[in-house]
């Protein structure tokens, strides 16, 4: 199983961008987004695991970003609007089976993208 995340680049604050998890292989109960600012600590953005409830997202981002997948591509995204700096940060997404109260815990998800990178500038 591989996933590979792309779509990250610079972008001014108030614009939007749009990533992409490409995956290859079997499919998982949840997947999500994660991402890492320099310094700080990987940080939950967004799941969805339809059979957990549905879609969740971190509060810094909710009302912002939208998280989705096309299971025919086995493709899932993460539609980004009105950035801000504060969003700077790699981006990974990744796959699991977690339980419910894990779907927000990096340790609920076995697979992971390598990474993208997304610059806020003010």
């Known amino acids: 199983v591989q996933l590979q995340a792309s779509g990250g680049g610079l972008v001014q604050a108030g614009n939007s961008l749009r990533l992409t998890c490409a995956a290859s292989?079997?499919?998982?109960?949840?997947y999500g987004w994660f991402r890492q600012a320099p310094g700080k600590a990987r940080e939950f953005v967004a799941a969805?695991?339809?059979?957990?409830?549905?879609?969740y997202y971190g509060d810094s981002v909710k009302g912002r970003f939208t998280i989705s997948r096309d299971n025919a591509k086995n493709t899932l995204y993460l539609e980004m609007n009105s950035l801000n700096p504060e969003d700077t940060a790699v981006y990974y997404c990744a796959a699991g089976n977690p339980i419910v109260s894990y779907v927000r815990a990096s340790e609920g998800y076995s697979t992971w993208g390598q990474g993208t990178l997304v610059t806020v500038s003010s």
């Open positions: 969805l695991c339809p059979s957990c409830g549905g879609k």
């Open positions: 292989g079997r499919t998982f109960r949840s």
